[in-house]
């Protein structure tokens, strides 16, 4: 099992930043891929960033070249830098990750990020 922690949402006016952490804990080999996935009120969830375990990283369309993702994997966590924020990012941030061995995928309860002036 995996238990995911996320912290670091909150408000935030246009066009400033915020920063999201996942910790992982629990009882795993390693994680492969850990990544953030945001839903709005009305709307389906919706993958935001992803990085494997060699560090490469995908991003969405709507996202790319604001937000940046990364990842400690000696600390077993991952983080989402959001820069440059917009009202259409406002959701609750979900993080998510898989682990070599297991099968599926683990999710976090989520974090509010609302952008608003």
């Known amino acids: 099992q995996v238990q995911l922690v996320e912290s670091g949402g909150g408000l935030v006016q246009p066009g ?8 992982a804990s629990g009882s795993f080999f390693s994680i492969n891929h850990m990544g953030w996935y945001r839903q709005a009120p ?12 060699d560090g490469r990283t995908n991003y969405a369309d709507s996202v790319e070249g604001r937000f ?4 400690d ?20 941030y979900y993080c998510n990750v898989d ?3 297991q099968p599926g995928d683990y999710w976090g ?6 952008v608003s002036s």
Do not use: H, W
């Not at 309860?109 to 609302?114: D, I, L, N």
């Open 99 to 101: 682990v070599r061995f």
């Open 42 to 53: 009305g709307k389906e969830r919706e993958l935001v960033a992803r990085i494997s375990s």
């Open 73 to 92: 994997n000696v600390k077993d966590m991952v983080y989402l830098q959001m820069n440059s924020l917009k009202p259409e990012d406002t959701a609750v």
């Open 109 to 114: 309860q989520g974090t509010q990020v609302t």
């Open 16 to 23: 400033g930043s915020l920063r999201l952490s996942c910790a």
């Open 68 to 71: 940046t993702i990364s990842r």
